[in-house]
């Protein structure tokens, strides 16, 4: 079965400190990857999407996330964190090319940023 | 537009009792999603909708969970009878278009406490 895995499940960092966060997925077709952003106490907001074209991604907030077929994975990355960054970040996929629209989910990761 | 708009967005029942809850897509859109959160498993999809007709309700975890959408309007998710174990907070997405080329917008989610 498909699956998303994110490797940090709780990351602590300093403001500016530099952010990059691991999602590996596990199916060898075509996907559409996504980011989404949880802020403390309200629902899950996008935060970019691949799914053609220029593997490097760039979202809002200066969030940006790396396609790398070759390896699986969508790393997202920030060059400079703020504390209002601070939030729980997950990584999603829709496999295939057909019209399922099934996200599947990474566990999350808890980003805590201090000031 | 106003999002997606959940309610109730607190639920406080006891064991046993049977508990509704209710989702109003963004008009329009013509995928409509319920997914579950917990810590334990993280975001699971539960079932989703396409033109008001349920395609995949293979996260549905027992019989206890049933889905309706009369309309493109409004769908909701019952538990009846509640357990403790069903405290978690639900979430609600709609999407219109073809995976991958349209963003998936959440609801604030209705946090469900079940005594």
């Known amino acids: 079965a498909q699956s998303v895995s994110q490797h940090n499940h709780h990351v602590i960092l300093s403001e500016a400190a530099s952010l990059e966060l691991g999602c590996n997925y596990s199916?060898?077709?075509?996907?559409?990857l996504f980011w989404y952003v949880q802020y403390p106490g309200q629902h899950l907001q996008l935060l970019l999407k691949y799914f053609s074209g220029d593997p490097l991604v760039k979202g809002i907030k200066g969030f940006e996330a790396e396609f790398i077929k070759s390896k699986f994975s969508f790393n997202l990355r920030k060059p400079s964190v703020q504390w209002s960054d601070t939030a729980e970040y997950f990584c999603?996929?829709?496999?295939?090319?057909?019209?399922?629209?099934?996200?599947?989910f990474g566990q999350g990761t808890t980003l805590q940023v201090k000031p | 537009d106003a999002g997606v708009i959940q309610s109730p967005r607190h639920e406080v029942t006891e064991m046993g009792q049977e508990v509704t809850l209710r989702c109003k897509p963004i008009s329009g859109h013509d995928y409509l999603f319920w997914y579950r959160q917990t810590m334990m498993r993280g975001l699971e999809l539960l079932i989703y909708?396409?033109?008001?007709?349920?395609?995949?309700d293979s996260g549905m975890p027992e019989d206890r969970f049933s889905a309706k959408m009369p309309n493109a309007s409004f769908s909701t998710l019952k538990i009846q009878p509640s357990e403790p174990r069903d405290s978690a907070v639900y979430f609600c997405?709609?999407?219109?278009?073809?995976?991958?080329?349209?963003?998936?917008?959440f609801g604030p989610g209705t946090r469900l406490t079940v005594l």
């Open positions: 199916y060898g077709g075509t996907v559409n």
């Open positions: 909708f396409n033109n008001n007709v349920p395609i995949d």
């Open positions: 997405a709609s999407r219109r278009g073809l995976a991958g080329a349209d963003t998936q917008y």
């Open positions: 999603a996929v829709i496999v295939g090319s057909s019209n399922t629209g099934k996200l599947i």
